[in-house]
Nanobody
Framework: QVQLVESGGGLEQAGGSRRLSCVISGPIFSTLTVAWFRQAPGKEREFVAGTGRSGGIINVADSVKGRFTISRDAAKRTVDLQMNNLKPEDTAVYYC????????????????WGQGTQVTVSS
């Protein structure tokens, strides 16, 4: 069983930075595809950034490219999302998710989810 716990959310001003962390427990880590998704009120859940094949594959959504960076640390079993130059439209609940096999950026293909962490960006 894979468990994910997110942390790092909170209130931030526009232009500020925030680092989210996802700690992953369970028997495997290196082969997981792990991604961050977000969901704003009244909107569908959307892909933000993901990493697969032990970090050999990285994908970042166009809406955050150049501002957000995803990284994984096998020793700490974490996947972090560094968010810079935050904008009010980044306000959402951010979820960490893991997929056991293969690489996909579709939320429906993910097997395990964290509880989510709220990020609120004020203008």
């Amino acid at each position: 069983q894979v468990q994910l716990v997110e942390s790092g959310g909170g209130l931030e001003q526009a232009g500020g930075s925030r680092r989210l962390s996802c700690v992953i427990s369970g028997p495997i880590f290196s082969t997981l595809t792990v991604a961050w998704f977000r969901q704003a009120p009244g909107k569908e859940r959307e892909f933000v950034a993901g990493t697969g094949r032990s970090g050999g594959i990285i994908n970042v959504a166009d809406s955050v490219k150049g501002r957000f960076t995803i990284s994984r640390d096998a020793a700490k079993r974490t996947v972090d999302l560094q968010m810079n130059n935050l904008k009010p439209e980044d306000t959402a609940v951010y979820y960490c998710a893991a997929r056991l096999q293969g690489v996909s950026w579709n939320s429906f293909d993910y097997d395990y989810w964290g509880q989510g962490t709220q990020v609120t960006v004020s203008s």
